[in-house]
């Protein structure tokens, strides 16, 4: 009677379980997105600044202003990407941590992985899209 069923559990709470090897790998995922997330955050914020300071510095007609921003849109992707990445890792870690709504925390890494694959795809096309231009 003192063990808890799944019919017995609250609606809306999920939890998936998973082994200590699994748990471990788990954290060492979500440690490893949140640093490659740290990293796009922080070269991407340079990439930014040195493309606003072209921006600013440089005395352009307008077509190339216009060509200025889609660059400095490009390198500013990587710093979207990466604060994406991160948050899909501390949701990753919470699976591995928590003890209920562990498929909310799965839906939500895996909803911020979708946009940054598509980033991914976005950057990888633009140099394609460039020359066809």
Known sequence: MGVMDDADEPAGVARVEFDEAEERGLVRLAGAMGLVGLLQVLLGGIGVVLALLVLVMARHPLELVIVSVLGLVYV??????????????????????????????????????????????????????????
Not at 101 to 117: I, P, T
């Open 76 to 133: 500013g992707l990587p710093v979207w990407q990466g604060m994406l990445l991160r948050e899909a890792g501390e949701a990753i870690g919470k699976v591995a941590g928590s003890d209920e709504d562990d498929q909310e925390y799965l839906a939500s890494a895996f909803r911020r992985l979708r946009v940054v694959f598509v980033v991914e795809l976005v950057l990888a096309l633009w140099p394609l899209v460039r020359k066809l231009l």
